[in-house]
């Protein structure tokens, strides 16, 4: 599966940005999807992730609350909400397919190009 994120910009501290990831293929709604991000220095993280028909999320603890992962296998899209951005979201935001769910970048086969996000404060 071929992966395309976007959504990313430069936004205020407070503001709302809204990522997609859309996928090729007709084998979308077989993957687990994730979204990761990985700031300049630090190690890739997975900062959310959706079952294959979106029965059960994972959002690491900093984000919670503020983000939102969300799947529309009929588009073949996985979208991330992100509300009341702060500038320690600043990073390179990737989609990612997996066929488990896990939160391990290793566990993801298919990864997406990445977007950039900057918070400014």
């Known amino acids: 599966v071929q992966l395309q994120a976007s959504g990313g910009g430069l936004v205020q501290a407070g503001g709302s940005l809204r990522l997609s990831c859309a996928a090729s293929?007709?084998?979308?709604?077989?993957?687990?999807m994730g979204w990761f991000r990985q700031a300049p220095g630090k190690e890739r993280e997975c900062v959310a992730a959706i079952t294959w028909r979106g029965g059960t999320t994972y959002y690491r603890d900093s984000v919670k609350g503020r983000f939102t992962i969300s799947r529309d296998n009929r588009e073949n899209t996985v979208y991330l909400e992100m509300n009341s951005l702060k500038p320690e979201d600043t990073a390179v935001y990737f989609c990612a397919a997996s066929g488990r769910f896990t939160v391990l970048v290793r566990e993801y086969d298919y990864w997406g190009q990445g977007t950039l996000v900057t918070v400014s404060s």
């Open positions: 293929g007709r084998t979308f709604s077989t993957y687990v």
